[in-house]
């Protein structure tokens, strides 16, 4: 079956500092990625996706790649804010009709001033 | 355009009582899903509706849990009698569209405690 491995956390980094959450993943087909980010007291927000492989997702800095040769989706942020601490998720689903996601554990990222 | 929205945001029930959990999706938005978090583990799926119908029930845990979307609007999500087990993060998301990995918006989710 599908599943999703993410990179354990906590994460604590200092503003400004270079981010890397890892995410391999598992699959049948051709799945579609996301980055999944929750912040505090709020619900889980789409933060990016890619569709097929080499395709890069990007939103608010944030930029994943879909590496289908190493079956991984690693977000990356070149400068992390305070306001970006969050727990981030990533997740998959198939790209033929079975559409329910498939999540990692979720990392929590702290940014501290 | 108001967003996914749940009751209760916290339930704390005893052990062998009832809950009944409820979303109310994004207005017009025929997909409805349900998963649930435990112990800070992966988020997992549960069910998935199509308008009142269920498309998917695979991740449902047992026959404890019972979920219903009358007229495919709101969805309620009822664990009954409910073990300590069951204690976790419950997330409704719905989606517009099926096809082509659409983005499902979820609640803020109702953190469940079974004492």
């Known amino acids: 079956g599908n599943s999703v491995t993410q990179m354990e956390g906590p994460v604590t980094l200092s503003e400004e500092a270079f981010l890397t959450i890892n995410c391999t993943y598992t699959?049948?087909?051709?799945?579609?990625l996301f980055w999944y980010v929750q912040y505090p007291g709020e619900g889980l927000q789409l933060l990016l996706k890619?569709?097929?492989?080499?395709d890069k997702g990007s939103n608010k800095g944030f930029e994943a790649t879909y590496r289908k040769e190493t079956t991984s989706f690693h977000l990356e942020k070149g400068s992390v804010q305070v306001s970006d601490s969050a727990v981030y998720f990533c997740a998959l689903s198939d790209r033929f009709g079975n559409e329910k996601l498939t999540f990692g554990t979720g990392t929590r990222l702290t940014i501290i001033p | 355009e108001a967003g996914v929205t749940q009751f209760p945001s916290h339930s704390v029930i005893e052990k062998g009582q009832t809950v009944t959990l409820r979303c109310d999706p994004i207005s017009g938005h025929d997909n409805l899903y349900w998963y649930r978090r435990v112990m800070g583990k992966e988020i997992k799926f549960l069910l998935h509706f199509v308008k009142e119908s269920k498309q998917d029930e695979s991740g449902m845990p047992n026959n404890r849990f019972l979920a219903e979307r009358t007229g495919g609007t709101y969805s309620t999500l009822k664990v009954q009698p409910a073990e300590l087990e069951d204690s976790g993060v419950y997330f409704c998301?719905?989606?517009?569209?099926?096809?082509?990995?659409?983005?499902?918006?979820f609640g803020q989710g109702t953190r469940l405690t079974v004492v």
């Open positions: 890619a569709t097929k492989a080499d």
């Open positions: 699959a049948t087909g051709y799945p579609s």
């Open positions: 998301a719905s989606s517009q569209e099926r096809w082509g990995a659409p983005e499902a918006f």
